[in-house]
């Protein structure tokens, strides 16, 4: 991944806080005897990307077999439901109260959607903004896969769900500020230019909306420039984070608007976004600066709108779990791992083998384990109905060889040769994996001054990564003891860098960010508690100088549309305008 990204961030450093009013919604657990209908919508933190049962172990097969079918595979999460995902969690839960019968579970998620992809597939007149052709619309799209007739059918799946359901559960939003920004970042700094228009007029409808959304943008960039001061990246920052926040917060509220026209007296419950950066801290020269809470503020802001300011606060209820905005995830499993890789979650492994396409560890060791097979026992193969290497591979895996074979016990042989050498392989990834999360500072200096060459430190890891896993494998197959030596793994300060960037980005947006089932408890636990006891409800705590900014950016896009500011509709920010 390229990461001049945090060159533009590391000079902004905002802190979230404080504050909070609560309401209350109460909600009617049925009797039990009708169906009750569970919706949830929302991205990958939602579908339960990286669990177990999000990729059928028969698709996993498949992809290890054969990496290329990787692409006809649904891998974007719709309808996909993990056991130990919270929506599964959630539905359990009901079905102790209504009827394991008796509940339905409908998980609508799809991976890297934004709140404008929800309005979207909840409103047919409705179409996104650029990003959304660029990335959902379209024959080759991603919301071509979720249903046979295409992104038609896809709405009306959508729309059904909602207006059928009893319960809605409402978990999108980091993708409008991770997904958006970072690429933003990216292409601008790569590019100079944006690879999606920054156009914030053309987010609302009217041109006194446009007007209005232009103002707003202006108190974002005198927030962005007191705490930045006049810098050359401030208007780009600007221009993204205004983009972001403000076409959250408008298509946030339309997203429940379209809901509540469908389905008035539904339940609904909104989960904050979570952090995705949460405790990344960048180093250059000398100077730190916390990327993961110059993130967190942006997000927080928006959090405070959905809780204490959307004109639908006080329909639906606001919850936000974990600490700090950070639910568990696999990046906080890795950093524990105790080096027995008997102890490694399936998940991870999963993770090596199947998310990263710049690793796919288990393809990458049967190719070099079919070459050794077909060297030292081809011989055999023809008996044991085997043509190639990788027909030895396969069969072997899957407990297929012959027992008895010219003296030789051939699943044997195999087993003593293959199982070893995966687990050599899987060993020597996650104690890499540890280290590049346990780094509390990264280094950017060299990145930042034009003097990191990305792509042939990238290469070297990756070249560094390959030869220690096989050297390692091939070790443990032949029944020797390994070291894994970081300093081969790591080979120069460059390198270190491209190795933590990707464990925190690369690897942390395609696996180890999103929650693992800790994470996903946690969601359960917090959805669970605030339906059980509505008047727990939460609300978003905020700086005053936060709040301030969003009331006044929500105070012009109130005034927009002819509401008074006081009017009990855009006057439900808890205080009152300046």
């Given at each position: ?11 902004l450093v905002?802190?979230?806080?404080a504050t909070?009013t609560?309401?209350?919604?109460t909600?009617?657990?049925g ?5 009750f ?5 929302g ?19 498949m992809?290890?077999n ?10 974007y999460?719709?309808?996909?439901v993990?056991d ?8 359990n839960?009901?079905s102790?109260?209504?009827g ?10 799809i ?11 909840l ?5 996104g903004d650029e ?7 379209g ?9 046979k ?43 100079d230019q944006?690879f ?5 007029a053309t ?6 909306e446009g007007?209005?959304?232009?103002n707003?943008?202006?108190k ?12 050359p990246?401030?208007?780009?920052l600007?221009?993204i ?5 403000i076409?959250?917060m408008h298509?946030?509220d ?8 469908l389905?008035p ?9 979570q ?9 250059s020269n000398?100077q ?5 809470d110059i993130f ?5 802001m928006?959090?405070?709108y959905?809780?204490?300011c959307s ?15 950070h ?12 080096g027995?890789v ?7 492994k999963?993770g ?12 990458m ?32 895996k ?9 003296g ?8 003593s040769?293959?199982?070893?050498a ?5 060993d ?12 509390s ?8 001054n034009?003097?990191l ?6 290469n ?7 030869a220690e ?10 029944g020797?003891?390994?070291d ?5 793994l790591?080979?120069?300060e460059d ?11 690369y690897l ?8 693992n ?14 339906l059980?006891?509505?008047e ?9 100088d ?6 006044e ?7 927009a ?6 009017d ?5 920010c808890g205080?009152?305008s300046?």
């Amino acid at each position: 991944m390229n990461t001049k990204i945090i060159t533009i961030l590391l000079s902004l450093v905002l802190v979230g806080s404080a504050t909070g009013t609560y309401f209350v919604l109460t909600i009617d657990d049925g009797d039990g005897d009708e169906t009750f209908n569970y919706v949830a919508l929302g991205a990958s933190n939602t579908n339960g990307y990286g669990l177990r049962g999000y990729i059928s172990d028969e698709e996993i097969s498949m992809v290890l077999n054969d990496p290329n079918t990787k692409k006809d595979i649904n891998t974007y999460g719709y309808q996909r439901v993990p056991d130990a995902g919270y929506p599964a969690l959630i539905r359990n839960h009901l079905s102790n109260i209504h009827g394991a019968d008796n509940v339905t579970l409908d998980q609508l998620a799809i991976s890297s959607m934004r709140v404008e992809e929800l309005r979207v597939l909840l409103d047919d007149t409705y179409n996104g903004d650029e990003y959304t052709s660029w990335r959902f619309i379209g024959d080759d799209k991603w919301f071509s896969s979720a249903e046979k007739g295409r992104l038609d059918a896809l709405r009306s799946a959508y729309m059904d769900k909602v207006t059928d359901a009893d319960l809605i559960t409402v978990d999108i939003g980091w993708n409008n500020f991770g997904t958006y920004v970072l690429n933003q970042l990216i292409t601008y700094l790569t590019e100079d230019q944006y690879f999606w228009s920054i156009d914030i007029a053309t987010i609302f409808d009217t041109e006194a909306e446009g007007a209005a959304a232009l103002n707003a943008k202006e108190k974002i960039g005198e927030y962005i420039e007191d705490n930045l001061g006049d810098a050359p990246m401030t208007d780009v920052l600007t221009d993204i984070f205004a983009y972001s926040l403000i076409g959250y917060m408008h298509n946030f509220d339309r997203s429940m608007e379209r809901i509540y026209e469908l389905n008035p007296d539904v339940d609904v419950v909104v989960i904050g976004i979570q952090n995705l950066l949460h405790g990344v801290t960048l180093e250059s020269n000398g100077q730190p600066s916390p990327l993961g809470d110059i993130f967190e503020d942006f997000i927080d802001m928006a959090n405070y709108y959905t809780s204490t300011c959307s004109p639908y606060h006080d329909k639906y209820l606001y919850v936000k779990v974990g600490t700090d905005g950070h639910m568990t995830t696999f990046l906080d499993y890795i950093k524990e791992y105790d080096g027995n890789v008997e102890n490694l979650d399936q998940n991870v492994k999963d993770g090596f083998d199947y998310y990263d396409e710049n690793i796919l560890l288990q393809p990458m060791l049967d190719e070099h384990a079919a070459s050794i097979l077909f060297e030292e026992y081809g011989f055999f193969f023809p008996a044991m109905d085997c043509e190639t290497g990788e027909d030895a591979v396969r069969k072997g895996k899957a407990g297929e060889l012959p027992e008895y074979l010219f003296g030789y016990n051939a699943q044997e042989v195999f087993d003593s040769l293959y199982w070893p050498a995966l687990n050599a392989a899987y060993d020597t990834m996650a104690t890499m994996c540890k280290m590049m999360a346990n780094m509390s500072t990264l280094d950017v200096t060299d990145l930042l001054n034009g003097t990191l060459d990305m792509d042939a430190a990238e290469n070297a890891l990756l070249g560094a990564v390959e030869a220690e896993i096989v050297d390692n494998a091939m070790g443990a197959a032949e029944g020797k003891d390994y070291d894994i030596d970081l300093n081969v793994l790591t080979s120069n300060e460059d390198v270190t860098l491209v190795a933590a960037l990707n464990v925190r980005f690369y690897l942390g947006n395609s696996f180890f960010a999103h929650p693992n089932d800790t994470g996903h408890m946690e969601v359960k636990n917090t959805v669970v508690q605030v339906l059980d006891d509505p008047e727990g409800e939460m609300q978003q705590e905020l700086e005053d100088d936060l709040i301030d900014n969003v009331i006044e950016i929500q105070q012009l896009l109130c005034e927009a549309i002819g509401h008074d500011f006081h009017d009990g509709v855009c006057s439900s920010c808890g205080k009152a305008s300046a």
